[in-house]
């Protein structure tokens, strides 16, 4: 099977992220880069797959020179091939420009599935799985939680956990899966593999390489831009209502209604 | 000099650093109160290569550097430092069979060893014979095919978990620590039984035994190295086994230090989180300095071992300041976290317990003054 993976680079969870000078960005300085988490289990089911009916894991990533670390990473996890899209012009993608990019490396290689996180933990949009599947023209299953492929066949069953139920859908391959916690458990890479992944393939490619002209991408081919962002305002401090419980009680009650507008 | 790491040396690091934050810094807590030997862990180190990093693949290692070594023990200890100095063990085991096993013996016991299907301990101390190790009275006697020992280790660590002991005894008495020789001792050879189990201040998901020898029959092609050789041989695992825990103390520390900041942050005296006030700002500036001397140090030591040079004074030296320095970091964060720190209830308490054993094992902190003096002293001006 040809297997592709698409991942973003995302802030560490654990970073605290400081907005930039222009209102727009977040201050990368200081900041730790990972895989975006829900990529991992995306990165993880492509191996199994993989490992279980043989073939070979592109994994594909936009972004500027830090991600090749992201990209190296899932090498060390068992992909084997990386190839990182990257141009000035790509710099402020929206979501959809974002899929357009990938779409046009993905047009360029054999493929019989393609894997993306359900969700990048930066932006948190979940369309980038979305728009992928639609410029591609496949079928797409997104938030999968338990997947079921069948390469001769080229069908695949995918189980989604969707409110209150389960919902379990089936599609043709090639097709686009989103994926969701619980899918699996992701692989840490081992030691020998961290050093191998230096040695596999790390492709480049610019928006000349992929076709694109620069007004299709970035900021110029965006519909959606950001206009500014800013942190939520810090946490204010708690009260403490002391006194006769019958008075804290109907305090309470008023500050919930009046203050807090809860009840 | 700045100390730039290589792209896989980094990404050792960070995946290390995750597998530590998240399987086991979770639970180490645990471990540590009910004595537990964390055996999953164990081996699913064993599976991502962390038992026998040095070893190269061929022998079913990981074929790393020490500079990756040192990245990953720090990153362990920094989770949990029981589980480290069960894994600082058996890369320790791992380097006199490399160095001075034979072909059959690297085949039946480093692979499995380095791969982690089963772990190993390193026995020299003795009821009788710490720092002084050449004063060791466990004696192995040749007959028809087979070394007969008689004797008991102390402190052996790992020692009911190992399958596999590198064990020193003597072979020739007359000839003080030239005729001590190494032996590979399996668990089950007629005569070999774990003694007492110690109850420790610290380190407690690890195992720390007696090991008893009663007219234990050791096959003579477990000899490991030449007679005589095995002073030298223990030695030298010591040396690089210092770098080891060098590297747990600056783990430990670094621990120390990330929860005492995030505990000063939050903790509020006289209106204000305390570490606003001076007194705790300073010590923090210090633990912090002093944690990244050590680094350095200890990574300078392993830089020196990987490119073959000598390194036995610089790998003395960041043991001896990197577990100075935990004990000192250690007493500080738990000072941070005031009576709090004190309870059980948050991990500082186990940091400052575990830390307290760095000076002491693979050499006291006055033997390693006395190998760095001696080769200070040595050096011609
Ligand atoms: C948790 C733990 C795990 C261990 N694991 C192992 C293991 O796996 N394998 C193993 O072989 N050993 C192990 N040890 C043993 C450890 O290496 C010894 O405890 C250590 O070498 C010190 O020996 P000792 O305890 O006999 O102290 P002693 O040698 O009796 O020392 C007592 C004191 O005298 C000082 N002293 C001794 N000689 C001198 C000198 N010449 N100048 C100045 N001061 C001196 C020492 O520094 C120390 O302060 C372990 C110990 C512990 C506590």
Not at chain 1, 146 to 175: C, M, Q, S, T
Request: some cysteine; charged content about 25%; hydrophobic content about 40%.
């Amino acid at each position: 099977m040809n297997i592709i993976v698409c991942i973003k680079q995302v802030p560490d969870t654990t970073t605290k992220v400081r907005v930039g000078k222009d209102g727009k960005h977040i201050d990368p300085g200081g900041v730790k880069f990972i895989v975006n988490t829900y990529d991992d289990f995306a990165v993880e089911e492509a191996i199994r797959l993989k490992e279980r009916f043989g073939g070979e894991v592109t994994v594909i990533s936009m972004g500027p020179e830090r991600v090749k670390e992201a990209l190296r990473m899932c090498l060390a996890m068992g992909a084997d091939k990386a190839i990182q899209l990257w141009d000035p012009a790509f710099e402020d993608s929206d979501p959809y420009t974002t899929a357009l990019i990938l779409s046009k490396a993905i047009q360029q290689l054999p493929y019989d599935i393609i894997f993306c996180g359900k969700q990048a933990i930066d932006r948190d949009t979940m369309s980038v799985p979305v728009y992928l599947a639609e410029l591609l023209g496949l079928p797409q299953a997104t938030l999968v939680v338990k997947l079921e492929v069948d390469p001769n066949a080229r069908k695949f069953i995918a189980y989604r956990d969707i409110e209150g139920a389960k919902e379990v859908i089936e599609g043709l391959l090639p097709a686009v899966i989103s994926t969701q916690w619980k899918l699996n458990e992701p692989r840490y890479p081992t030691l020998p593999n961290i050093m191998k992944a230096k040695k596999k393939e790390l492709k480049e490619l610019n928006a000349a390489a992929l076709g694109l002209d620069s007004a299709q991408v970035g900021e110029k081919g965006s519909r959606v831009k950001v206009l500014s962002m800013e942190l939520p305002p810090p946490r204010s401090k708690g009260k403490i209502l002391k006194g006769d419980p019958r008075e804290v009680c109907r305090e309470l009650v008023r500050l919930l209604r009046e203050e807090a507008k809860v009840i | 000099m700045t100390f730039q790491l290589t792209e896989e040396q980094r990404m050792i690091q960070m995946t290390v650093r995750e597998f530590a934050r998240k399987e086991i810094e979770p639970i180490a807590g645990k471990w540590d109160r009910e004595s537990l030997f964390p055996e999953e862990t164990i081996s699913k180190m064993a599976e991502m290569g962390l038992l026998g990093m040095m070893v190269p693949s061929e022998y079913g290692g990981a074929g790393l550097d020490t500079v990756s070594y040192s990245l990953a023990m720090q990153e362990i200890a920094y989770a949990c430092a029981s589980t480290s100095v069960i894994m600082g063990v058996n890369n320790l085991v791992c380097e006199p069979l490399l160095k001075f096993g034979t072909e059959a013996q690297k085949q039946k016991y480093l692979v499995p060893l380095a791969q982690g299907k089963f772990i190993g301990s390193f026995a020299l101390t003795e009821p009788g014979a710490g720092s002084d190790a050449a004063n060791q009275k466990t004696s192995a006697l040749l007959k028809d095919n087979f070394y007969i020992l008689n004797g008991t280790k102390m402190f052996i660590t790992s020692g009911s978990h190992a399958k596999v002991f590198i064990t020193t005894a003597v072979t020739d008495k007359a000839a003080r620590h030239h005729g001590i020789s190494a032996f590979i001792v399996e668990k089950g050879m007629p005569g070999f039984s774990i003694g007492k189990i110690e109850d420790k201040m610290g380190l407690r998901a690890s195992d720390t035994t007696e090991l008893i020898f009663e007219n234990c029959r050791v096959p003579s092609e477990n000899l490991l190295g030449k007679e005589g050789e095995g002073f030298k041989i223990m030695m030298a695992a010591l040396d690089g086994g210092r770098i080891g825990i060098a590297s747990q103390s600056v783990g430990i520390a670094q621990a120390c230090l990330d929860a005492a900041t995030r505990y000063a942050k939050k903790r509020e005296a006289f209106g204000q989180p305390i570490a606003e006030f001076q007194g705790i700002r300073w010590m923090i500036a210090d633990m912090a300095t002093e944690i990244e001397a050590a680094r350095l140090l200890t990574l300078q030591a392993a830089l020196l071992k990987d490119r073959g040079l000598p390194f036995t004074k610089e790998a003395s030296m960041a043991k001896l300041f990197a577990s100075e320095m935990v004990n000192r970091v250690a007493y500080k964060a738990l000072q941070i976290h005031g009576g709090y720190g004190y309870l059980k209830d948050f991990p500082v308490e186990r940091y400052y317990r575990d830390a307290r054993v760095t000076t002491i094992y693979e050499g006291t902190s006055e033997i390693q003054r006395n190998v760095i003096a001696k080769l200070v002293l040595s050096t011609e001006d």
